[in-house]
């Protein structure tokens, strides 16, 4: 013997209206890695590069690359128009994985010499490149 669910017929309602064509997916964004080197030579030249850190202040404030200002991400969209659009940027991070989307995020807005620092703040560190540490994470 089998046992059936028996049939409920549902009230006639009317057809849901097709969803609107989805529209395709943007253009993936190419984005530019430099080392931690390249960054430092660059400085050391003194080439107009403005190196921004995008972690949380409180992580920029206990150790950062010498040289580099803060700007969190999270503040990013607020304040991307304080940036100089015709400068070089190279945006750095503790390992280098949310200064990719730093750099995406101002690709997007218009920014063209944007470049991120492969390994981020770690790899900086690694490489034995002059770090600042505020008096706070001296105590």
């Not at 849901?16 to 997916?25: E, I, N």
């Not at 503040?75 to 304080?82: I, M, V």
């Amino acid at each position: 013997m089998k046992w059936f669910r028996p049939f409920r017929k549902e009230p006639q309602t009317a057809a849901a209206p097709m969803p609107p064509p989805r529209t395709p997916d943007p253009a993936p964004i190419q984005i530019d890695e430099v080392t931690p080197h390249m960054v430092q030579s660059a400085l050391d030249a003194g080439e107009a590069l403005l190196f921004v850190d995008v972690r949380q202040r409180w992580d920029y404030e206990m150790q950062r690359p010498a040289r580099a200002i803060s700007l969190p991400l999270n503040e990013l969209p607020e304040r991307y128009d304080e940036l100089d659009r015709s400068q070089r940027i190279v945006l750095t991070c503790y390992h280098g994985y949310t200064s990719l989307q730093g750099a995406a995020f101002l690709m997007q807005q218009g920014f063209v010499n944007v470049q991120s620092m492969s390994g981020g703040f770690a790899g900086w560190a690694q490489a034995g490149l002059p770090i600042a540490v505020s008096d706070r994470a001296r105590e």
